[in-house]
């Protein structure tokens, strides 16, 4: 997972000193008054996205073979405890009725 999330990092990175080129060159227009900085940022992050997507499939297929993992490793933990709890419990009613 955190091999995924610095590939996404890093295309994120790429687009911006890429963007970042194409507004200083004046290839891409500027954003408003201050609001320069924002825009590459926002540019770069619209164009990392679908790059990252297409280009991260089988990172990201990866990374989710291994969450649902852990997920299922967590339902069984969750499971095996709520049968322990309910086999304490029908062991304590069951002393408690024979008394």
Known sequence: MLRYTLMRLGIF?????????????????????DSNGLWIVLLSLVI?????FVVLRKERDRASVQVAARVDRMKANIDANRAQEDLADDT???QGQTS
């Open 13 to 33: 990175a790429g687009c911006l000193v890429v963007v970042w080129g194409l507004v200083y060159s004046g290839i891409v227009p500027r954003g408003l008054g």
């Open 48 to 52: 990392s996205a679908p790059i990252s």
């Open 92 to 94: 304590a009613r069951a």
